[in-house]
């Protein structure tokens, strides 16, 4: 199977690695809507920051973020003595984490405090968590903003979350780093489930499940510390899903780095 052609369902196997995949989901999610000239484009992309505080409101995140690309440097800086490896492009990644713990070392705020701390933000905020709270009526502040041309909207909005790139940055290459560390596997599961066990001192981080994109089935893998069970299941119309009765080849990466 080529990956070009794979669609990957995935499954962090610690907290650090779920925070680190949200976060990678809501930036780029807000990089898509940002491109959007409508007031809903607008809207969509500001949800997307508020989801995105909500996220960096974790107290150690910060910390856990330091800490990874600390550990991933050390492990790359390993293989400066491998031959077989791209040497400019491994310093380039080793640039770039040194680079990023300097710059969060740097930032004696908490992460994304700056954009807390603004009451406009703060007020829409405020309202999320109701359905519908952000409304014309009940934010006349947000309906005024909204009325702006998209120009001085995306400006706006850009100006946020290029206060958060010193998280979007250093997330976006862990989560890379994590996903390519594995060598890719094809497998089979008899009856749609597959088991497998995980070494406890492997450090692995993510499984991965590849399957073509065409596929009448999808992927639900569940994890403990020991072993993962994938279950493929097809969709049933507005019924439960019904797993799978005949073998099911698949791609799977057990990330570890």
């Not at 809501?26 to 607008?42: I, K, P, V, Y």
């Not at 999320?128 to 309906?143: E, K, M």
């Not at 492997?202 to 020991?226: M, N, T, W």
């Not at 439960?240 to 791609?251: D, I, K, L, S």
Request: glycine share 6%; charged share 25%; aromatic share 8%.
């Amino acid at each position: 199977m080529s990956d070009t052609d794979l669609v990957y369902y995935e499954q962090p196997l610690n907290e650090r690695m779920r925070s680190f995949l949200r976060l990678d989901f809501l930036f780029r999610q807000a990089a898509h809507t940002l491109e959007g000239e409508s007031r809903w484009d607008s809207r969509a992309t500001l949800g997307s920051i508020l989801e995105i505080l909500d996220v960096l409101g974790r107290s150690d995140l910060k910390t856990e973020l330091l800490k990874d690309l600390e550990r991933h440097q050390t492990a790359l800086a390993r293989l400066r003595r491998a031959s077989a490896v791209d040497q400019p492009r491994l310093e380039s990644i080793l640039e770039r984490l040194g680079h990023y713990q300097e710059q969060l070392h740097a930032d004696l705020q908490a992460l994304g405090q700056g954009l807390r701390d603004n009451e406009f933000l703060a007020g829409i905020r405020q309202r999320a968590s109701v359905a519908g709270g952000s409304c014309d009526f009940d934010l006349p502040a947000y309906h005024h903003w909204l009325q702006q041309s998209a120009a001085q909207r995306i400006a706006q909005l850009t100006e946020w979350l290029a206060s958060l790139e010193t998280v979007r940055a250093p997330v976006e290459l862990l989560v890379h780093l994590v996903r390519e560390s594995a060598h890719p596997s094809e497998e089979a599961a008899e009856a749609g489930f597959f088991q497998r066990s995980l070494d406890a001192g492997g450090g692995f981080q993510l499984v991965r499940v590849g399957l073509p994109a065409d596929a009448p089935y999808f992927a639900e893998i569940s994890a403990g510390k020991h072993r993962f069970t994938v279950r493929f299941l097809e969709p049933q119309g507005q019924s439960r899903p019904r797993q799978v009765g005949e073998p099911v080849a698949f791609q799977l990466c057990c990330c570890a780095i």
